[in-house]
């Protein structure tokens, strides 16, 4: 870990809040080509026109250029461009997992219950979080029932005017919303071998600048439609009865962090009457995706 990222994880307090804040398809084929196959097994095959390489993200600079002084726009969990829910019939299942002072434990019991289901999920993961468990980062990133999304650096209300969050400091300008979505961008994908497709802020919380400025970073902010477990205080009959609201399309945040709480047990609980209800679960990427 660099330096500079280093100094990023470090420093920050946070609180527990209710919101805690919430796969990289193939490349394209080759173009077939209109002449037919060779008869001759001979004959070499065709070499495969090379994929195009993305472009690189902007740099610090650059974006601290194109948006400093801009005005913040509208502030809070669900501005212009935060994906609040999918358009079709599936349901995708979002846990946080905040590290720090918000908790940096690892909810098996949770695990447990999604792997018995065969219920897949999208795991926000923070810097902090991913620090102190590097082992437990690698083994859900090699599962493929998840995929791990930025859960941010210091866990921040993501603003570039310093708005705060249920008492959280935000980020305070264009500099700082940039370094704390990329410096978890690059950790995630140097530990999964792709870049991280979504992200959610601690808090949730966001002014549209901010939100254009970590779409420049090549990730989407989630938002979400359920709050399953406010923050890991509801009680295991909290929330089961949150999850008695979802419905086709929602996304639903919870938490993975903080084991010995209400959220596995409510579930548990829950997951079998959706399953049972007809609800199809997806990792965010798959729902995104499968809308084209």
């Known amino acids: 870990m660099s330096v500079s990222r280093r100094a990023l994880l470090g420093g920050v307090t ?61 502030w809070g969990t669900d501005v212009p461009g935060v994906l609040g829910r999918l358009e079709g019939e599936e349901v995708a299942l ?22 018995q289901h065969a219920v897949p999920a999208t795991l926000f993961v923070n810097a902090r979080w991913l620090a102190a468990d590097p082992g437990r980062a690698r083994e859900l990133a090699a599962d493929p029932l998840f995929e791990l999304a930025n859960h941010g650096t210091a866990h921040r209300p993501l603003s570039v005017d310093g708005r705060s969050a249920y008492g959280i400091a935000g980020t305070r300008d264009v500099g700082e919303v940039y370094d704390e979505v990329a410096a978890n961008h690059q950790g995630l994908a140097e530990l999964t071998g ?44 909290q929330v089961r009865q949150a999850l008695a609201a979802v419905g086709p399309g929602a996304i639903v945040i919870a938490h993975v962090n903080r084991p010995g709480h209400g959220t596995a047990t409510g579930f548990a609980a829950a997951l079998p009457e959706l399953l049972g ?3 199809r679960f997806v990792r965010l990427s798959n729902g995104v995706d499968h809308l084209g």
Do not use: I, K, M
Not at 197 to 224: I, K, N, P
């Open 277 to 279: 209800a007809g609800r």
């Open 94 to 115: 979002t846990f946080d997992a905040c590290g720090g002072p918000g908790g940096s434990g690892c909810d098996e019991a949770l695990l447990r219950t999604l792997r």
């Open 14 to 74: 946070v609180g527990l809040v209710a919101a805690c804040g919430g796969p990289v398809t193939a490349p394209p084929s080759p173009a077939a080509s209109s002449a037919p196959p060779s008869s001759d097994p001979l004959s070499p095959s065709p070499s495969p026109s090379p994929s195009p390489t993305p472009a690189p993200p902007p740099t610090r600079a650059e974006v601290l250029a194109r948006y400093g002084g801009q005005p913040a726009g509208r």
């Open 194 to 237: 792709r870049p991280p497709r979504f992200f959610r802020s601690g808090t949730a919380h966001y002014d549209e600048t901010a939100v254009r400025v970590v779409g420049e970073l090549g990730e989407r902010v989630a938002g979400f439609t359920v709050n399953a477990d406010a923050g890991a205080t509801f009680s295991a009959a």
